[in-house]
């Protein structure tokens, strides 16, 4: 089972600076990583696939890097609807595939 | 617009069935892999099950194997989760998501806004 790790656990930051979210895999999962969005009550939005893909409809600032065991997601100048929190995923091991366990973004 | 919306969720005892249903709107229904994702209160997400397109192919998390079963009626472009053996660890929120193709390729770019399923005595 291939598990990721996310950091931090909670972000605390000002609208408009920069937020660098991280996502370790417990081995490499290639290019094969999404990050979700998720607000209270709502369901998850896919904001990144395949690692650095931005979903239809997300905004440029959103972007994301990396690939084997080491991705993150960039957002590069915080809105004050971003605050909410962010998941990665990987689908490397087919049907399979895991969450990490969330980084929480909120407003400093 | 995309839309899915889930039904059928609710209180049930520990042992006991109850079927989800999804009903899609908004694209063609019969070309698209449709999952089921769970999210337990308070906690992270975790995948419970796929369907190809067609419904010929069906994939399961290890934990809901045996006890769950994933179907669609393209005819009625709904998705349907039947749960036997519910124990109290399947209490979640159950959504519904859209793959991005037709095989399942485990990236879900719609989702519904979720059914509860609470397993309590």
Known sequence: EIVLTQSPATLSLSPGERATLSCRASQSVSSYLAWYQQKPGQAPRLLIYDASNRAT???ARFSG?????????TISSLEPEDFAVYYCQQRSDWPR???????????? | QVQLVESGGGVVQPGRSLRLSCA???FTFSSYAIHWVRQAPGKG?????????????EYYTDSVKGRFTISR????????????SLRAEDTAVYYCARDLD????QRFDYWGQGTL?????
């Open chain 2, 24 to 26: 899609a709107s908004g």
């Open chain 2, 73 to 84: 009626d393209n005819s009625k472009n709904t998705l349907y989760l039947q749960m036997n």
């Open chain 1, 65 to 73: 890097s990396g690939s084997g065991t080491d991705f993150t997601l």
């Open chain 2, 117 to 121: 399923v609470t397993v309590s005595s």
């Open chain 1, 97 to 108: 595939c895991s969450f990490g366990q969330g980084t929480k973004l909120e407003i400093k």
């Open chain 1, 57 to 59: 409809g997300i905004p």
């Open chain 2, 102 to 105: 037709h095989s399942g390729s």
């Open chain 2, 45 to 57: 997400l975790e995948w419970v099950a796929l369907v190809s397109y067609d419904g010929t192919n």
